[in-house]
């Protein structure tokens, strides 16, 4: 035989007879050993890539962060500009890697809509933490507009890499519902894809003669084929003739605040309520404006990220607001979420004078603060009613930027937004149903008109708790993760909530709109969180009157005061009987005082029968003489 076919040729015939035999006697064909060779070799192919993706991202941050120890420190952004938790793993929905070769080239046409990747500055892993009273501290000096300074953006984490499906991946995913739908006798094709950091939408586009209803029915039939933790069906998206599919991507990102507050969203956006609420399904930073909404009602399980996002609310505003914009008035029945925000007293937070807590914990101190807000928000009314304005934002275009004088040249003065956070409001109505629901709905129905907004948050979502009249007065509301279909209703009024995946998944109800938007929320840390606190509580301290008190009386049921008249007042009576002028901006101006103690020393003067009470823009009528005033006990002017 060697000598008829040479060498070679006999080696490859015996290597074939060789062959034929392993194949009889295993029973395995030649093209089943070929294709699963080159589903190994696929496989290798797909990992290798995504080591090649990852490797190039830190490739990047890498030359990012040379780029940035060149150059001087960067200006943090201005108004021109629950335990830290890993994310829970999501249970793979696509691992089948012998289904990549049954793609047809029809997915190869199919749309990929990836997002901006995030800009990462640099390879930072530790914060900057202001040492309190250590070196780090500010030169201290006097509170100033000028020269406050904004919290830089390196006191919180950038993002991370994260290991993204490829596109191969994704058009794989989208080839296996189209088979899930068929095997339902529903027809459909996937026209579009949107990948994003936690989820990614896969646009279904129905054959003719296919009911929406069909594809609703299915959610959970089709998690249970895909192997997701659970499916939310979109139906239909809104603008287009298409079923939105959103299944859980294999590897989550933690969406940072940090790489929200660096976006240009976030930077061109004027207002000083400016919120970072996170990233859509198809990863673009999605901001809004608190101002607008202007309350928020904030509801879901717990653990589900209500409480990260109240520090994402309280985070976005210090990056945009100075002391002197925006304060802030805390109610933490829970204790623990927001105590540690008790070192702004002299800065951003705003108390009650006469309690004995700056974060409020109690009910008792909750109900004495949401009365005090009452009582401001009708000081308010008044100062604009003698400045003739008719809104917060008119007022603060008067006294900010045309610098309007009053009344006897007194200058008005500025005045800060008032945001009022509830951490767990069942808490409150549960002890204190009535006491605490009327001051919520008085305030809602009409202190946005005078810069006072409130956040209210919620783990428990029921008719008890969110009561008709308080919903009714909060269109604006953000839903995370709930338990049932009736929970999702009581917050939102459709379902939808129960499909979230939770820790920071939410559903937000923007203002103007009945439609929920899907956002991942921005993630803060408690560090960040303590960073930043030290940050601006090592600024110097804002000059500022605390909220007035209200006790109750005898004989006219309610006055405002913490218990005792102001030591001017006997001075302030004087002065008004001798001008027969009942005045704030006299007060002001003879007395050295400001507006809020002025306005509250009227108030007991017209409570003591000395003036009249509030009528308009004029000055309040005097109603006693200077022998009056002696009948009284209080000894007028001596000329």
């Known amino acids: 035989m060697i000598v008829w076919l040479g060498f070679a040729g006999t080696v490859i015939l015996?290597?074939?007879?060789?062959?034929?035999?392993?194949?009889?006697?295993?029973q395995a064909s030649l093209s089943a050993w070929v294709s699963g060779l080159a589903g190994r070799a696929n496989d290798l192919r797909l990992a290798l890539e995504r080591r090649l993706n990852q490797y190039r991202q830190v490739r990047a941050q890498r030359r990012l962060a040379e780029r940035e120890m060149s150059t001087a420190e960067r200006r943090p952004p201005r108004s021109d500009l629950e335990e830290e938790e890993e994310p829970e793993e999501i249970e793979e929905e696509f691992s089948d890697a012998d289904e990549i070769r049954a793609l047809g080239s029809r997915a190869e046409v199919i749309p990929l809509r990836r997002p901006e990747q995030p800009r990462l500055k640099g390879e930072q892993t530790q914060l900057e933490l202001p040492v309190e009273g250590g070196a780090d501290r500010m030169e201290v000096r006097p509170y100033s507009p000028s020269t406050y300074r904004f919290p830089p953006l390196s006191l919180l984490l950038p993002s991370e890499p994260v290991d993204e499906m490829s596109d191969v991946e994704l058009k794989r995913n989208a080839e296996l519902l189209e088979k899930a739908l068929l095997e339902f006798n529903v027809q459909a094709?996937?026209?579009?894809?949107?990948?994003?950091?936690?989820?990614?939408r896969y646009e279904v586009e129905p054959a003719p003669g296919v009911k929406?209803?069909?594809?609703?029915?299915?959610?959970?039939?089709?998690?249970?084929?895909?192997?997701?933790?659970?499916?939310?069906i979109v139906a239909p998206i809104p603008g287009k003739?298409?079923?939105?599919?959103?299944?859980?991507?294999?590897?989550?990102?933690?969406v940072r605040i940090r790489e929200i507050l660096e976006s240009k969203e976030f930077a061109e956006s004027p207002s000083v309520l400016t919120v970072a609420l996170g990233r859509t399904v198809s990863g673009k930073p999605y901001v809004t404006d608190l101002a607008k909404m202007p309350h928020l009602l904030v509801a879901g399980a717990t653990g589900s990220g209500k409480s990260v996002c109240l520090n994402a609310i309280i985070?976005?505003?210090?990056?945009?607001?100075?002391?002197?914009?925006?304060?802030?008035?805390l109610i933490d029945p829970k204790r623990l979420e927001l105590s540690l925000y008790a070192k702004l007293r002299d800065h951003h937070l705003n108390y009650v004078d006469g309690l004995d807590e700056v974060v409020i914990t109690?009910?008792?101190?909750?109900?004495?603060?949401?009365?005090?807000?009452?009582y401001e928000m009708q000081r308010r009314y008044e100062l604009f009613a003698h400045a003739g304005v008719r809104s917060f934002e008119d007022y603060d275009q008067k006294v900010r930027q045309d610098h309007v004088l009053a009344e006897n040249g007194v200058p008005f003065e500025p005045i800060p937004r008032l945001v009022v956070i509830i951490d767990e409001l069942a808490d409150l109505m549960l002890t204190a149903a009535k006491e605490v629901e009327e001051p919520i709905a008085r305030l809602a129905h009409m202190s946005r008109a005078v810069g006072i907004h409130l956040v209210l948050a919620?783990?428990?979502?029921s008719v008890d708790v969110l009561t008709g009249v308080i919903k009714a007065n909060f269109p604006v509301r953000i839903a995370f993760r709930v338990f049932s279909k009736t929970d999702s209703r009581t917050?939102?009024?459709?379902?939808?909530?129960e499909k979230l995946l939770g820790r920071g998944d939410m559903l937000f109800v923007p203002p103007g709109s009945p439609e929920p938007i899907r956002v991942h929320g921005a993630y803060v840390s408690t560090e960040e969180s303590e960073a930043l606190v030290n940050w601006v509580a090592n600024q110097p301290p804002l000059p500022k009157e605390p909220l007035a008190q209200m006790r109750e009386t005898q004989a006219t049921g309610t006055e405002w005061g913490n218990g005792e008249r102001d030591p001017l007042f006997e001075e302030a009576a004087r002065l008004v009987v001798r001008h027969q002028q009942g005045s704030i901006s006299l007060l002001q101006r003879r007395l050295k005082i400001g507006y809020s103690r002025a306005a509250r020393i009227i108030d007991e003067l017209e409570e003591a029968g000395i003036v009249g009470p509030f009528d308009g823009s004029k000055a309040r009528e005097v109603l006693v003489d200077e022998e009056g005033l002696m009948a009284m006990g209080i000894a007028p002017y001596g000329d």
């Open 189 to 200: 094709r996937v026209v579009e894809i949107s990948p994003g950091p936690v989820i990614t």
């Open 491 to 497: 917050i939102l009024d459709m379902n939808g909530a």
């Open 458 to 461: 919620t783990q428990r979502p």
């Open 362 to 374: 109690t009910p008792a101190n909750a109900i004495a603060a949401l009365r005090a807000v009452e």
């Open 241 to 254: 003739a298409a079923v939105g599919v959103e299944i859980p991507n294999r590897n989550p990102a933690i």
């Open 315 to 329: 985070t976005s505003i210090l990056y945009k607001a100075r002391p002197d914009q925006v304060q802030f008035v």
């Open 212 to 232: 929406i209803a069909q594809i609703l029915s299915l959610s959970n039939d089709l998690a249970r084929m895909l192997r997701a933790q659970s499916i939310r």
């Open 14 to 26: 015996l290597f074939a007879i060789a062959l034929i035999g392993f194949s009889a006697i295993t």
